[in-house]
């Protein structure tokens, strides 16, 4: 009964779609001249449009054999095989539109940077506090390229003087639009996330990144971050500023990255 009322549903909605009485439509006989398929003359309306639809989107043999089979098969396969090339010709319109909309752009000159970060490290971070000694915490970090090239993740683990481990993941990309790095970073000490952008200057050489606040009600210190290769690229450092109201910078901490 269900699935009796389903199907008499979906009629309802493709005879509205497609203006085709489908209760009242019957497959014409199949003669030895139409056994290649039909002709778009010899459909009824509806049909005919999606012959024409699909046209437009596929390869003639492709159509052919759809519409042959939608116009040979009772009314159970004819319904579902009508909404089939609906959801194929709806397929390729929607990514149709979705790449006009956002069309697709290839990497650019921060994603050659970016791709010299990648590798096994070892690294070393030091903190500063405003009073105190600083404090040490080392660890490792894996740094490879994902989605094509256009992204660098960089996995680090972190050995807390008490014995414990913990672990935080960023995210670093460049838009060759805006000549602007963007880095996400998220962690396992906290739920927050952070993300950091520059200012569309670049030189080539030296990332400089800005904090952007998530909570713009709330924006906390203002901060920026550095990093930069040395030793022909067998050095990774990472400098973090924070700024106060006078414009004047103090380092917080230090990662200093060395090479596996």
Known sequence: MIAHKREHRTIEILEKRLRLPLRRYRPPVRTASSAAGPSASSLPSGIEALWTSCRNQRPANVC????SRVSSRPMRALTNSITAILLMATAAFAQQTHVQYEPPNGPGAGQTLLAQFAGDWDFVQTFFPAKGKPLVTKGTCKQYMIQDGKFLQSDFTFFNADGTKSTGTGISGFDSKTNKFT???FDSRRTAMSIRQSDGTFDGKDIVLWATPLDTEHAGRKSVARAHLEDDGRVLIHRHFL??????ERMIFELRMTRK
């Open 243 to 248: 700024i106060d109201d006078q414009g004047k």
């Open 64 to 67: 052919q054999g759809a519409v």
């Open 183 to 185: 880095t996400v970073w």
